[in-house]
């Protein structure tokens, strides 16, 4: 995630184009910072990102200790990032 290499659909524009570049949530190009910041699958479980910058400013959560303990938290939660994800993430359990 931090370097680019996920399975993100703005990855797959570039190496796989076979792939679907959409987001779940009807966003044309999913990417990293929509993941992070934006995604509304994804809003359960924001607090986790938000412990670690309020804002969700990427160079905070990509670029901090406390940052990336955060994003470790949210990936283990969400799947988010996984090529087969195991839940929806609009289905994800919130502690």
């Known amino acids: 995630c931090r370097t680019g290499h996920a ?6 524009s570039s190496f796989v184009p076979i792939e679907t570049t959409s987001c779940s949530c009807g966003e044309c190009i ?3 910072e929509h993941i992070l910041a934006s ?3 994804y809003e359960p ?3 986790l990102l938000c412990s670690a910058s309020e ?3 990427i160079t905070d959560i990509l670029g901090t200790v406390k940052g990336i303990e955060a994003l470790a938290d ?13 839940t929806d993430p609009s289905q994800v359990n919130t502690p």
């Open 7 to 12: 399975f993100t659909g703005e990855y797959h």
């Open 30 to 32: 999913q990417t990293r």
């Open 39 to 41: 995604c509304p699958a």
């Open 45 to 47: 479980t924001c607090d």
């Open 55 to 57: 804002d969700l400013v």
């Open 74 to 86: 949210f990936l283990k939660e969400t799947d988010a990032f996984k090529k087969s994800r195991s």
